[in-house]
């Protein structure tokens, strides 16, 4: 894939015509221009979404096929991602959602934009012995000389978190997923009866 760069009008004019969580610029302009798609998971659908102001316009992509940089401006965050962790538990998008990564995914959204502050803190501590499982330096970590280390790098298949600037490991188990979320959750301050709730969400 290559990196690209667009002016403002353009790039809202793709978010304008998002429809589903998760879908990617990419993915946009494939339906848009009656494309087939080719990417390998597909985007939830999810209720009507509403804005979210942020200062970047780039839309930036990896060779692995992974944002390296996701601008955020003008994301239109849909309205089941928007009020909260706790409104999220309750909502039917997520309750109906089967696939796992989506949901791990969707809670990752929704406590970013609930506390963005809290949320940039708490990533730089959920590290795993040998790897960082989320950050927002995804293009410096493709860049690596070192073949080996971007080799397994790549390997954890790394992908953005939608409607944020951060990336997160995809391959690890649903217990490892539910320990990330667990950690960041407790590392945000969010109350001890809503982190209990992972372990039967996810």
């Known amino acids: 894939m290559k990196n690209i760069e667009i002016e403002d009008d353009l790039y809202k004019y793709i978010l304008a015509n998002i429809e589903a969580f998760g879908e990617t610029p990419s993915q946009i302009l494939r339906r848009l ?3 087939p798609d080719t990417s390998e998971s ?16 780039k839309i930036t992509t990896a060779e692995s096929g992974t944002t390296a940089e996701q601008s955020s401006a003008d994301i239109s965050l849909p309205a089941s991602l928007s009020h909260g962790v706790q409104a999220l538990f309750e909502s039917e998008v997520f ?3 089967t696939i796992i990564t989506n949901k791990f995914m969707m809670m990752l959204t929704t406590m970013y934009h609930e506390n963005k502050n809290a949320f940039v803190a708490a990533a730089e501590k959920t590290k795993g012995r040998t790897r960082d499982y989320l950050g927002q330096n995804l293009k410096a970590l493709l860049a690596i000389d070192n073949e080996e280390e971007l080799a397994l790098f790549k390997a954890s298949k790394p992908r953005d978190i939608p409607y944020t600037p951060f990336w997160v490991i995809t391959n690890a188990n649903t217990g490892r997923k539910r320990i990330i979320i667990t950690q960041m959750m407790a590392s945000m301050g969010y109350p001890h009866h809503l982190i209990e709730r992972i372990k039967d969400e996810i």
Not at 42 to 57: D, G, I, L
């Open 33 to 35: 221009l009656s494309l």
């Open 42 to 57: 597909k985007p939830v659908s999810t209720a009507p979404a509403e804005k979210v102001e942020s200062p970047s316009r």
């Open 95 to 97: 309750q109906t959602e």
